[in-house]
């Protein structure tokens, strides 16, 4: 008669396994693993060959230098000790580790301060100073920011010292050591400060244009209004009415005397500044055209819009050459250059995408942002650009869009960016702050969040556009408050004064 098996759940199996498990092993529970002395050695090796790595072919003291080229030591003729043999030469200045030439073993206890002959080393192989750097330094290029300034400085092989040593020879190059690569010092830029308030419109200031010979500069308002002022002066010189709906961008004509404005009643309008008469209309946009570009070297204009298209208009014959679609919301902002590719907008969707002018197609979509991008600006010089949104302002490399890298801690709807040639990047948000970035580092060396003017409430400090003038002395911020705020370069501050409080972070080249 068989024997009937009793039924249990698999709950109670699975914890029947567990005890038993647990009671087999319970006697070596929390004991150490024996240590294999092989495997130790090999993992004490590599933590010495990566953290002595780049000073192992730095020159060493006479006396060891001696024992180093000796045929009968065991060590190999670059002057590198073997990888068996556990005794790495440190060279440096520094207490501890020992001085230079002393080999850092068990039995080294005391520390040592160096010798003259090694701190007479240790001062031919420092790299230039931070000073003669600076110096010579004009705007850095992407490939710096990418190298994280340290690994052009590249020395001779060991081989090639140990043989200029023994010739008597002391080379710099041969002796420039191998820098692990850093993050490049931020450059110091002067802080900025407010010096003029200009009064006159009666609604937000919308946009800002500066006219070709940096003589005046152009504002367009939520009053319907657009307004010149004198750059110098700050004063009123003229105003022109046309538009029926807040104007949200204007550009002035480097080739020609005309003013282009665009607005929420789906305008775009051409301006003959001999006559401040509309000239021309540009038809097509089906609803709010939210700003616009000229292209520098051909007579095209392009807008964009809240119907999620960008269009490209021949300024003379009106004519709509390309319809760039693509964008699944509002482009907010649209920027033009001579090289590829010639048209670059930015869009509520979240993404940027680059554009091929005689084609009319998209060449590159970047998505890598996760809110609406309102702000693009390219570099002056470098072939580069930025784009600001919520989430982060990120740097790009043309002509594929490469990502640079994050500018992190402007936490606010960023409405607009502005660039000049000395490297500092501005961003202005709709909660009234401006922040000052080192373009090549992206280190956050000023905030700004300037008064309302009085009689305004406190909420309406917001920032919609800004610009640097022609000279890149002056920066013009269009404001919530119907104002036009104009700062310039503090010239009392030096780098005692206002220092550079620069902490690297390492983490921060996240692509997202």
């Not at 396994?17 to 087999?24: C, E, G, N, V």
């Not at 700004?448 to 013009?476: K, T, W």
Request: with cysteine; hydrophobic share 35%; aromatic share 6%.
């Amino acid at each position: 008669m068989t024997e009937e098996v009793q039924k249990h759940s698999v709950h109670t199996l699975l914890f029947r396994s567990l005890k038993r498990t647990h009671d087999m092993f319970v006697s070596d529970h929390a004991k150490p693993v024996s240590l294999d002395e092989k495997s130790h050695k090999v993992k004490m090796l590599v933590k010495l060959r990566t953290e002595y790595g780049p000073v192992l072919h730095m020159p060493v003291l006479k006396e060891v230098r001696g024992k180093a080229l000796n045929p009968s030591d065991p060590s190999d003729s670059s002057g590198y000790l073997p990888a068996d043999d556990a005794e790495y030469l440190i060279t440096g200045t520094h207490p501890y580790p020992p001085a230079p030439g002393v080999a850092l073993t068990a039995d080294t206890q005391l520390q040592k301060m160096p010798s003259e002959a090694g701190v007479q080393s240790m001062a031919l192989a420092l790299p230039p100073s931070q000073a003669r750097q600076d110096a010579v330094r004009t705007a850095a290029s992407v490939g710096d920011i990418h190298r994280h300034a340290g690994g052009a400085e590249r020395s001779q092989p060991p081989q090639h010292t140990l043989a200029l040593m023994e010739s008597g020879g002391m080379k710099n190059t041969a002796l420039v050591p191998r820098k692990a690569p850093t993050m490049p010092k931020p450059q110091w830029h002067p802080p900025w400060k407010l010096y003029r308030v200009i009064s006159g419109h009666l609604g937000w200031v919308r946009s800002i244009a500066v006219e070709p010979g940096n003589q005046w500069f152009v504002t367009g308002s939520a009053d319907r209004t657009i307004k010149i002022w004198d750059l110098a002066s700050g004063k009123l010189k003229l105003s022109l009415t046309g538009h029926i709906s807040t104007v949200r961008g204007v550009a002035v004509s480097s080739r020609s005397p005309y003013l282009f404005s665009c607005g929420e009643d789906k305008q775009v309008k051409c301006w003959d500044l001999e006559y401040n008469k509309v000239i021309r209309h540009y038809h097509g946009h089906l609803s709010a055209v939210y700003d616009l570009d000229l292209h520098p070297t051909i007579d095209v204009l392009v807008t964009c819009s809240r119907d999620a298209t960008a269009r490209v208009w021949d300024i003379r014959t009106k004519a709509n050459v390309h319809t760039l679609t693509g964008h699944t919301n509002t482009v907010a902002t649209v920027k033009c250059q001579n090289s590829e590719p010639q048209i670059i907008t930015g869009s509520h969707d979240t993404t940027i995408r680059l554009w091929d002018l005689i084609a009319g197609k998209t060449r590159a979509t970047l998505t890598n942002h996760k809110k609406s991008v309102r702000a693009v600006v390219l570099h002056p010089r470098q072939y580069t650009f930025a784009s600001g949104s919520p989430d982060n302002i990120k740097q790009w490399k043309f002509p594929d869009g490469n990502f640079i890298q994050n500018l992190s801690g402007h936490n606010a709807i960023i409405n607009t960016l502005a660039v000049n040639s000395d490297g500092v990047l501005v961003s202005g948000a709709d909660n009234g702050t401006v922040h000052l970035w080192d373009w090549r580092t992206g280190y956050n060396f000023q905030r700004i969040h300037a008064v309302v003017q009085p009689g305004s409430l406190d909420s309406e400090s917001g920032i919609f556009a800004c610009v640097f003038d022609h000279s890149e002395s002056r920066l013009i911020t269009a404001e919530a408050d119907k104002t036009i705020k104009v700062y310039k370069e503090d010239d009392t501050a030096t780098e005692e004064t206002h220092p550079v409080n620069w902490k690297p972070e390492i983490i921060k080249r996240k692509r997202f």
